[in-house]
């Protein structure tokens, strides 16, 4: 073991990085933590990969507040690995690095017509809705009908927000530049589909019965999607949870179709593979081409070779999650994640690079809940703890005084990187929390008026100056909210 306290970076602050930070910091070792993030805010996927009116993502978020509250953990935000600081000048700074950068771009789908103008990916647009501050501020929803191609959570959220009336948005976080372009959709069918049945959904129960209680939103399921075969059986016999996914499916098939008078609907169809995205002459979307399938007794299915084309103006893939490869660090672009045995890290002789980790997606790519992510971060730690117990962590510089937090910030300064702090967003939050209780109360769907708890910022800019308590530049004074700084907030900031 190191005389000193051990150094550990890690590398993006979602909930993978923020837990195994967490279980580091309870190992028993003498430790020292930075925690470091692109964006200029914490949190990851769960403030930006699902839909602002999530119903657990507040008590996710709660959780995740609790721990970095503490402050033993110290995270620096606004700082990408690969661009503006290399992994080895980490390596140099830090004993460890522990990589959680989750996945953040579009499993693909390999079928004709995808590269479509409205053929769009789910990763794309959750992070539009939920104000990431790299992605664009505007998006195409022009389409009447549209089809969501997955039977994952990311597909429910994706289906709920754009079937949902607007104004039941408006009590959530939700940025002001995505309520106004929602507010002009013209949507009233969402078509949600899934080459397999009712046993083999990866929807969660909760997720999957809260699409029903959307106001004025049926959701619909054709009887004809019910087939079991030996491996759905036993696939329902292991999992209450899938039983349960399965109950909620029934009974929306289960409705009378005189209660089903909503003006928009959510039509859940199973065993419907996509096979094309049909466009007319002039290369829009107009229909998504299904296979119907059939199950094999195990559990998969096979192609029957009946086809049916299904008249809408846009399709979303929410067939998965994909990691983004980092600049000096070992990546398997097949299955896109970093190469690893139990969250060590490989190189390409296949064997452990000395002080380099990963956990949650970027270990074992993007399946599994909060619950899988916080297993992940007990081996991977569990590890990192046996190599320093061992003698093998060390920092590569030889000038003890250039190890860890303050070596690294002096070098982040020197370079005129603009990095937050936990302080910092401790700031970024009050604002955004400021800037929903100054909205008017929001009339949702069926009168009743509800306050609002939050607004997002969108822009990179704003988010920082505001987090740093700087000058805000002339250009983010007096604009629409989503994108700038109020001038109200610009004198505060200025003193």
Known sequence: MNARPLNVAVIGAGPAGIYASDILSKSGMEVCIDLFEQLPAPYGLVRYGVAPDHPR?????????????????????????????????????????????????????????????????????????????????????????????????????????????????????????????????????????????????????????????????????????????????????????????VKALEGYAMQEPEDLTASHRIHIHLFQAPAAVLT?????????????????????????????????????????????????????????????????????????????????????????????????????IANLVSDASAGLLHAKTQDEAQVGHDALIALLESRGIPFTTWEGWELLDAYERELGESCDEVVVTGGESKPRERVKVVSREAMTAISRSTEVPEDLIGQPEADRVPERVADRLKG
């Open 280 to 380: 007319d002459d002039d290369g829009h979307v107009r229909a998504l081409r299904t296979e119907r399938t059939r199950l094999t007794g195990d559990g998969n299915v096979t192609g029957t070779g009946e086809y049916r084309d299904w008249p809408v103006q846009a399709v979303y893939r929410a067939v998965g999650y994909a990691s983004s490869p980092i600049e000096g660090l070992p990546f398997d672009a097949e299955r896109h994640v970093v190469p690893n045995e139990g969250g060590r890290v490989l190189g390409e002789d296949g064997e452990p690079l000395t002080g380099i980790y990963a956990t949650g997606w970027i270990r074992r790519g993007p399946v599994g809940l909060i619950g899988s992510t916080k297993s992940d971060a007990q081996e991977t």
């Open 57 to 245: 993502i507040k008590q996710i978020i709660v959780a995740l507040y609790k721990i970095l509250q503490r402050g033993d953990i110290r995270l620096i935000g606004n700082v990408e690995v690969g661009r503006d600081i290399s992994v080895a000048e980490l390596h140099e700074h830090y004993d460890a690095i522990i990589f959680s950068t989750g996945a953040d771009t579009d499993a693909p789908l390999d079928i004709p017509g995808v590269g479509a103008p409205e053929c769009h990916g789910g990763a794309d647009f959750v992070s539009w809705y939920d104000g990431h501050p790299d992605h664009p501020r505007t998006w195409d929803l022009s389409a009447k009908e549209v089809a969501v191609i997955g039977v994952g959570n990311v597909a429910l959220d994706i289906a709920r927000v754009l079937a949902k009336h607007p104004a039941d948005l408006m009590t959530t976080e939700i940025p002001a530049n995505v309520a106004a372009v929602l507010a002009e959709s013209p949507v009233t069918d969402v078509h949600v589909f899934g080459r397999r049945g009712p046993a083999q959904v990866k929807f969660t129960p909760l997720e999957l019965r809260e699409l029903g209680k959307q106001p004025d939103v049926d959701v619909l399921v054709d009887e004809e999607d019910f087939e079991y075969d030996e491996g759905s059986q036993a696939a329902l016999a292991a999992s209450n949870q899938q039983r349960q996914v």
